[in-house]
T-cell receptor
């Protein structure tokens, strides 16, 4: 069974701090790892990672994947109160037949709270 | 920006009643999904739908659940006889090639 574990489960910081969120996974036939931000309701897409060592960056957020050690990190620099949310890590895998229909297995999320 | 839309945003139903949750995926997407999130728990996969049939489903997706794409735009999840434990947020999602999933705002289902 595919498994995704995120740490820490919650994190409280002040504006301007830098945070690192962790995601480790055990997946048979890995295809991709995705990060989402969940505020009130829907998860919104942040990054999709498929290759080791290639950093994806969007503004103050960046992420990298290590397929050998089976983990990913999400960094947020110069945090703002608007970054407060649950950050979800999810993995997609190929099935035994080598096909992927995009099913995602999610971790439990990291609750980030940024105080002014 | 194209988005996945879900209706209703909140549904309250009595135990044993049938409910239908509706979704309009992004128009050129080919893969459609339902996930659920029980309060305080992980987002869990229910079912994927491609080429007008179920491509994968989880153990949660038993005979009480069904999905349908009745026309070119809607994608529905039906729960035939709701139980208290079906109370959750239900998310619809869609992707073009089964890669980057876009999620709807969710339907909060409360079974009383």
């Amino acid at each position: 069974e595919d498994k995704v574990v995120q740490s820490p489960l919650s994190l409280v910081v002040h504006e301007g701090d830098t945070v690192t969120l962790n995601c480790s996974y055990e997946v048979t036939n890995f295809r991709s790892l995705l990060w989402y931000k969940q505020e009130k309701k829907a998860p919104t897409f942040l990054f999709m990672l498929t290759s080791s060592g290639i950093e994806k960056k969007s503004g103050r957020l960046s992420s990298i994947l290590d397929k050998k050690e089976l983990f990913s990190i999400l960094n947020i620099t110069a945090t703002q109160t608007g970054d407060s949310a649950v950050y979800l890590c999810a993995v997609a895998a190929f099935n035994a037949g080598g096909t992927s229909y995009g099913k995602l297995t999610f971790g439990q999320g990291t609750i980030l709270t940024v105080h002014p | 920006e194209p988005e996945v839309t879900q209706t209703p945003s909140h549904q309250v139903t009595q135990m044993g009643q049938e409910v239908i949750l509706r979704c309009v995926p992004i128009s050129n997407h080919l893969y459609f999904y339902w996930y659920r999130q029980i309060l305080g728990q992980k987002v869990e996969f229910l079912v994927s739908f491609y080429n007008n049939e179920i491509s994968e489903k989880s153990e949660i997706f038993d005979d009480q659940f069904s999905v349908e794409r009745p026309d070119g735009s809607n994608f529905t999840l039906k729960i035939r006889s709701t139980k208290l434990e079906d109370s959750a947020m239900y998310f619809c999602a869609s992707t073009w090639l089964g890669l980057q999933a876009f999620f709807g705002q969710g339907t909060r289902l409360t079974v009383v």
